[in-house]
């Protein structure tokens, strides 16, 4: 059926396992809503959608596709918007050239990724494809700031059937390990743009001779934008990593990097590349010329470096020879060789360092042997939150998920606010010499001494997000009366800005009792305390720290962060409903390649969609929209009631058999609800034909499993083939149409 100009649900398209999941669930959710007159819709924002949107004069006519991504950016500011968007890959440059490659493959004539562009034509092609990487969509669709907390049907059930947790020794030796100094977080500066200031502002290059070079011209900056600027010392970084090395060695622990290099596309894998470099560095040192004519590129990570010098002998006996002398390596997959630093994108710090602290402090080592680690985060920003997370457990034993009370979160992220880094602010300096933010009426408000190499990066926050945020912030508060913490560190120069606008705002509103205002460091100590204790907690925080903490806390709590119950209120009135995280996503995908076999939770789009329908009934006074969201809330709490939540292992019960339970109790719930007899009318022979031939349809999805599948392509699947291994019920498919 064709969909409608403008759907009343628009529902993304995405990669790897939630993408495959929608071939499923999607035809169920079109076909209730469709009953009920609700239109949903389809917009790609997925890695090969966005390559083939970029570079449309590449293609044939027919493969040419519209710009999804942009359409959905001017929609979000729409108060009509009703948005599911789930989980989407922030492309590192390792999983970007992936994608060309296979689109090339498959026919699509995409130029090549230039890793180093000589030509003007090369440079303009890399500034668009730089543009696809990283978080690319959230600054993009994410107008509002975030409230994300557990589902209450998604919490009762964690509490009556918890979920392992490694055992907590005090004397264990893991650890996190930082910069000392002259890192981002102590070189920052940060200050509020006064009406004397606005307007579009230079970040400029000084070299040494004075000669200036304009790195950002006609950067925006409004009235009450808190504007900081950072920047991190390399040769302060490799002198740490080498310590780190030495440090892990002396312990006998694990070495392992946390970083974003994902999200944070600019600084983070400049970071890792020298880490690389640190671990080999007489490697570097011995055949740094060798390396450079083979094409090696640090920062793309140790697989591609051990790919390029596979050939040379000699340079692969000094890989052996400095390997042998270093400690445990953190992997990635033991069985497969694959180390922490193998792929840039492979450790991300918000999933990798809950993992760790939910294991009990361990990481696995080459011969999948479980071991402390020395977890290293080179920037203190936000460091401080791991290190006293696993000093509350040393100190108090692994958290007891069946007791355990929630941590929310309300997150400053609208308009692009504290954005992962600021991708078109970070700059590498191109010599020793001084990087400087000029304003439109001349003056400098931040400069920094740097040399060759360093890191500098800026970010901004605007007025109306920050003021967004705040009310946001008190509105939960009032509605739940939980505890409510902005993590502010006062005396670091960004969050002493934003303090200056929550103070007031809170004293205005006569609430300032009603919350506290903590240091990261603090603050986590305070809130795993309350949590331990059986009462909840808010955590009030910018972009960065929301991604980080809607990772830990949930993991500890619930086991994951793909049940998360994730609402952005658009700051115009519309509404878009997050999925949940999909930082495991790669290995679903390869589980089913080999297994036919997807272990993908959905709990995430079941939240979503029932919270859609209930804004879509709210906002447009659709009240056939609220009986499906009420019925949509109770088939969520079906599944979890009666575990009907995929399985990890090949033969059981996978995404499939949930998507099948999840149509089913949907369909009991519009059949069994009066508020609206025509739904129940309607769905009642249905509910009535997945019952009956439950054991027909769940034999067809059990029979499929347990061989290997086709799916046309890992980054732009083939959709007939994708739809016959996600759909392999006759019987279902005949039931939903």
């Known amino acids: 059926m064709a969909e409608t100009v403008k759907p009343d649900i628009l529902y993304t398209k995405v990669d790897e ?120 969509v959230n600054p993009v669709l994410r107008e509002g700031n975030s409230d994300r907390r557990a589902a209450k049907a998604v919490k009762n059930f964690a509490q009556k059937n918890p979920h392992s947790m490694g055992k907590w020794a005090s004397d264990s030796k893991t650890k996190v390990s930082s910069m000392p100094g002259n890192d981002f977080f102590a070189n920052e500066k940060s200050a509020t743009i006064t009406a004397a200031q606005a307007g579009p502002a230079k970040i400029e290059f000084v070299a040494r001779d004075g000669a200036v070079t304009v790195l950002k011209d006609g950067w925006p900056l409004e009235e009450g934008t808190v504007a900081d600027a950072t920047f991190m010392s390399v040769k302060a970084l490799s002198s740490f990593l080498a310590d780190a090395i030495a440090d892990t060695k002396a312990d006998g622990t694990m070495f392992s990097l946390h970083l974003k290099a994902t999200m944070m596309k600019v600084s983070d894998p400049i970071i890792f590349g020298y880490a690389v470099k640190a671990w080999l560095a007489p490697v570097f040192e011995k055949f740094g010329a060798e390396l450079a004519a083979l094409g090696v590129n640090p920062n793309s990570g140790m697989g591609d470096l051990l790919e390029r010098v596979k050939g040379n002998a000699e340079i692969m006996a000094a890989i052996e020879a400095v390997t042998a002398e270093r400690p445990d390596m953190y992997m990635v997959d033991s069985d497969r060789g694959i180390t922490n630093l193998h792929v840039p994108s492979d450790v991300i710090v918000d999933a990798s360092m809950p993992a760790v602290i939910r294991a009990g402090g361990k990481g696995w080592d080459q011969t999948g042997a479980k071991g402390d680690t020395n977890c290293v985060i080179p920037d203190r920003c936000y460091a401080p939150v791991y290190d006293e997370a696993i000093n509350f457990f040393k100190a108090n034993g692994a958290l007891d998920p069946s007791t355990a009370g929630a941590v929310a979160n309300v997150g400053l992220m609208a308009q692009k606010a504290e954005e992962y880094g600021s991708h078109p602010t970070t700059f590498e300096a191109p010599a020793d010499g001084t990087i400087r933010i000029v304003l439109a009426n001349g003056e400098v408000l931040h400069q920094h001494e740097v040399e060759t190499g360093d890191i500098w990066r800026s970010c901004t926050v605007k007025k109306a997000p920050i003021e967004n945020w705040i009310q946001l912030a008190m509105d939960r508060q009032r509605l739940t009366g939980s505890e409510a913490i902005f993590w502010l560190k006062a005396e670091r120069a960004h969050d002493a800005e934003l303090i200056k606008y929550v103070k007031p705002a809170l004293e205005a509103a006569g609430v300032a009792d009603k919350f506290q205002i903590m240091a990261p460091r603090e603050a986590t100590a305070q809130s795993l305390k309350t949590i331990t204790a059986g009462n909840d907690s808010i955590a009030i925080t910018g972009n960065v720290l929301r991604d980080y903490l809607t990772d830990l806390f949930p993991i500890l709590e619930l086991g994951t962060s793909a049940k998360m119950l994730s609402i952005v209120k658009l700051m115009n009135g519309g509404g878009l409903f997050e999925t949940g995280a999909g930082g495991s996503a790669p290995k679903h995908v390869q589980q089913l390649v080999a297994e036919n076999h997807l272990r993908w939770d959905s709990m995430g789009e079941f939240c979503a969609l029932g919270e859609s329908f209930n804004f879509l009934a709210d906002s447009q006074g659709n009240t056939k929209a609220g009986v499906l969201g009420r019925a949509a809330e109770a088939a969520t709490q079906g599944i979890l009631d009666d575990n009907r939540s995929p399985s990890r292992k090949v033969g059981e019960p996978d995404n499939r058999d949930s998507h099948y339970w999840f149509a089913r109790y949907w369909a009991e719930a519009l059949a069994a609800q009066g508020d609206d007899a025509e739904l129940a009318a309607h769905f009642a022979p249905i509910a009535k034909e997945l019952a009956d031939k439950e054991e027909t349809i769940l034999a ?38």
């Not at 599948?709 to 039931?735: E, F, W």
């Open 700 to 737: 067809e999805l059990a029979a499929a499993q347990g061989k290997p599948v086709d799916l046309g392509g890992y980054y732009n699947t083939d959709p007939s083939k994708a739809a016959k291994v996600m759909r392999p019920s006759a019987t279902l498919n005949a039931i939903i149409g």
């Open 17 to 136: 396992a939630p993408e495959l999941a929608s071939a499923s669930l999607l035809p169920i959710i079109k076909t209730f809503a469709g009953a009920a007159g609700i239109s949903v819709g389809t917009k790609d924002i997925s890695v090969a959608g966005r390559i083939l949107a970029t570079f449309p004069e590449y293609l044939k006519e027919e493969q040419r596709i519209s710009d999804d991504l942009a359409e959905l950016g001017e929609l979000v500011k729409t108060p009509d918007a009703n948005v599911i968007k789930l989980p989407n890959i922030s492309a590192s440059v390792p999983q970007l050239t992936a994608a060309i490659a296979e689109l090339q493959g498959q026919g699509f004539a995409v130029p090549d990724y230039p890793e180093e562009p000589k030509t003007d034509e090369e440079k303009a092609i890399r500034a668009r494809y730089d543009a696809i990487k990283g978080s690319a």
